[in-house]
């Protein structure tokens, strides 16, 4: 069985940094592709960034240049460093992964195409 569990989060002010870490077990040696998403406060959840098992990345507009997700595959660990956090970043958030032979092409890329979730953590910018 899978799990997801994230840490990292917390408080801070804004133009600040934080680096979220998420840890994947339950299935050795088999490839995932990962992202990240956040929860604001009466809102959706919103995809905005993943790593296809290529090397591959993506991040939507809103973090783009501010937030870098990276994965150590040898520790099946996903990190965000996000930096010059803004008081519109906070959010729940939350680490999910997709096993990679299940999907094809870009499938990485579509925010629809995860299943594995973690429980989420907490991101609060100040200003």
């Known amino acids: 069985q899978v799990q997801l569990v994230e840490s990292g989060g917390g408080s801070v002010q804004s133009g600040g940094s934080l680096r979220l870490s998420c840890a994947l077990s339950g299935l050795p040696n088999v490839a995932f592709c990962m992202a990240w998403f956040l929860q604001a406060p009466g809102n959706e959840r919103d995809f905005f960034s993943y790593?296809?098992?290529?090397?591959?990345?993506g991040y939507a507009d809103s973090v783009k240049g501010r937030f870098t997700i990276s994965q150590d595959n040898t520790k099946n660990m996903m990190f965000l460093q996000m930096n010059s956090l803004k008081p519109e970043d906070t959010a729940v958030y939350y680490c999910a992964a997709q096993r990679r032979t299940w999907l094809s092409g870009r499938d990485c890329a579509r925010g629809n195409a995860y299943t594995y979730w973690g429980q989420g953590t907490q991101v609060t910018v100040s200003s």
């Open positions: 790593s296809d098992t290529d090397g591959t990345t």
